[in-house]
């Protein structure tokens, strides 16, 4: 069983939010503040019993800004499943909620009570200011097909609609567990009520023999423990000491010993032991943060294995908030391929390059932030301005560097290295303004198929801008002029213009560009620093002359750019970027473009 779409209407900063989950293992992607984990608190709200039922009692922070609490509304969030027919497990939790074949929905409510409802429908209290105390949370599922999800409003009755109660307890058997970003994963691991460990220990059913072989172990150990004069005087003293202190109304008896002999006792008691290839049998406080995280969650896996393994489980989900908090980049690439390999549901939530670069895309829900707007979701693999060509092509291309494009407010796409090194500098200096404070993520896609990256942004993908920089004779300029080689049909970029995307063209190529006075200095002492003196005189001169810039020195420092490599010679430039003072007219048209919303 696996949840299939999920809908939030009006919680907290999620005004509507409407998408499909295509795999069992789900990404979802978005900077700071974009409502990641308010996604995973309306999950919690509608399928997590192990939530109190206080906090499905919102308040009005948790309502969405734009909603008039004056007047009636709703807070609502559904959740639809798939693939639960045979499973009898399933079948029975989902029982009354199905919606069609191996189709079912679970919806939460908060909403006015029924009193103030049919006060409502009969047109009373018209004056009356509602307050949160009219309102009340409901769980119900299942209901008419025809009627979607995402269109009941706060005044359509469940009875009208045929949908069912569904009480919490009937969420028991599936198990949901949250991983917050920052959490005490040492005091997780020790036998408390939380404790994957212990549920572990529960699912795995040790029978009476075992457990009274066990109690009997301690209680051995303990007796040795008494026998041993040291210890027994210590116990004698405390014992002494408490009993002086509370009297004789309250005293208790001292014992010193390892456990009480009782089975949960020992269980409570149960830690796990490490070793490694210098120290053996160590306490997981002497790890570092991110391998205990990932050895919680290796207990957790387990603890559902041995849950489906008795026969106890209908179906698992677990929900982590950022795991690279803790993770360095190889473990966050090693947990993400374990959660996709795993036969239950996980839904993780990150502002990670590391992570979505390796992440499908199908498994993408990408919140993006607009200005004066509630955020929007989009599963751009559902996108219909996408082919099944630029999906292929954007997995493959989507890195840990380009992938910054699904977090940014604003996105530059140029073709190679150079621009992607010299640009960010060269603005700084000339123009004073910081593209990254800006929240401007320049992407190079290290070529001029710009296509596939242009159609991310939509209103069904990505609702952000995206000024194309590129060359106005888009070629493969690394090529020798007289090569005699196929070269890739020019791409007209004029048509991958729309609301979101607009193309801005240099006369030539990037290093022609940049070669104007005000430059002049800093590509000098590039070029002389890489050894180029012939082109590092020519262009001292021009400088020192105020000589015009013909196209004969611009060729000049295209051809040592190739030479040396171009993302080299850029490298080199931004040494000297404090003698830049210029910026090409085509590149500060399409920031001044980026920064207008």
Request: net charge negative.
């Amino acid at each position: 069983m696996r949840i299939s779409r999920i809908v939030v209407k009006n919680f907290r900063s999620l005004r509507a939010i409407d998408v499909p989950i295509n795999t069992l293992s789900t990404v979802v992607i978005g900077e700071n503040n974009t409502g990641k984990s308010n996604f995973i608190y309306a999950l919690r709200l509608c399928l997590d019993v192990g939530l109190p039922s206080s906090m499905r009692v919102l308040t009005k922070d948790d309502v969405h800004c734009e909603v008039d609490q004056l007047k009636p509304f709703q807070v609502f969030v559904g959740v639809e499943f798939t693939d639960f027919e045979g499973n009898e497990n399933e079948e029975a939790l989902l029982h009354g909620t199905q919606i069609g074949d191996n189709r079912a929905r679970i919806f939460y409510r908060f909403r006015p009570k029924r009193l103030l409802r049919e006060a409502i429908a009969r047109g009373g209290l018209l004056d009356t200011q509602i307050s949160l105390d009219d309102y009340g949370w409901e769980l119900f599922g299942g209901g008419n097909p025809e009627v979607d999800l995402a269109s009941i409003e706060w005044n359509h009755e469940n009875a009208d609609m045929g949908a069912m109660t569904v009480g919490l307890q009937y969420l028991q058997s599936y198990l949901v567990v949250f991983l917050p970003a920052l959490r005490d994963v040492e005091a997780d691991l020790q036998q408390t009520r939380r404790s994957s460990l212990a549920r572990l220990i529960d699912a795995s059913g040790i029978d009476k023999i075992e457990q009274d072989t066990l109690i009997a172990v301690v209680k051995e150990a303990n007796n040795q423990i008494e026998a041993s004069p040291t210890i027994k005087e210590i116990a004698i003293s405390i014992d002494k000491s408490f009993k002086e202190i509370t009297g004789p109304a309250f005293s208790l008896d001292v014992d010193l010993g390892l456990s009480s002999p009782s089975f949960q006792s020992i269980v409570r008691n149960l830690i796990v032991l490490l070793t490694n290839g210098s120290v053996k049998q160590f306490e997981p406080r002497r790890n570092g943060l991110g391998l205990n995280n990932i050895l919680y969650i290796a207990i957790l896996v387990e603890h559902f294995r041995k849950r489906a393994a008795v026969g106890k489980s209908a179906g698992e989900l677990i929900l982590i908030e950022e795991p690279e908090a803790h993770l360095h980049p190889q473990l966050q690439t090693t947990l993400l391929e374990a959660l996709r390999s795993f036969p239950f549901q996980s839904i993780v939530t990150t502002h990670s390059t590391q992570v979505t670069a390796k992440a499908p895309m199908s498994s993408f829900v990408v919140l993006t932030n607009r200005t004066g707007a509630p955020p929007v979701a989009s599963v751009p693999s559902a996108s219909p301005t996408l082919t099944a060509d630029d999906v292929q092509d954007l997995e493959r291309y989507l890195d840990a560097t380009k992938s910054n494009l699904l977090f940014a407010r604003r996105v530059m796409l140029v073709e190679g290295a150079a621009e992607l090194l010299l640009i960010p500098p060269l603005v700084k200096k000339v123009l004073g303004i910081d593209l990254e404070r800006e929240g401007i993520s320049l992407v190079a896609i290290n070529g001029v198929h710009f296509g596939a990256f242009a159609r991310l942004f939509s209103d069904t993908c990505l609702p952000k801008r995206c000024a194309i920089v590129a060359d106005a004779d888009i070629k493969v300029s690394d090529l020798p002029d007289d090569a005699n080689e196929d070269i890739p049909i020019k791409p007209d970029l004029a048509e991958l213009e729309g609301p979101y995307v607009k193309i801005f063209l240099g006369a030539t190529t990037f290093e022609r560009e940049i070669t104007e006075h005000g430059n002049l200095s800093m590509l000098a002492n590039a070029a002389g620093d890489l050894g180029a003196p012939k082109i590092q005189n020519s262009l001292s001169m021009c400088e020192i002359f105020g000589d015009a810039i013909d196209d004969e020195l611009k060729d000049k420092v295209l051809r040592t750019a190739k030479r040396f490599g171009k993302a080299r010679f850029a490298q080199v430039a931004v040494r000297h970027i404090d003698d830049a003072g210029m910026v090409p007219n085509y590149i500060f048209e399409a920031i001044k473009w980026l920064r207008e919303v």
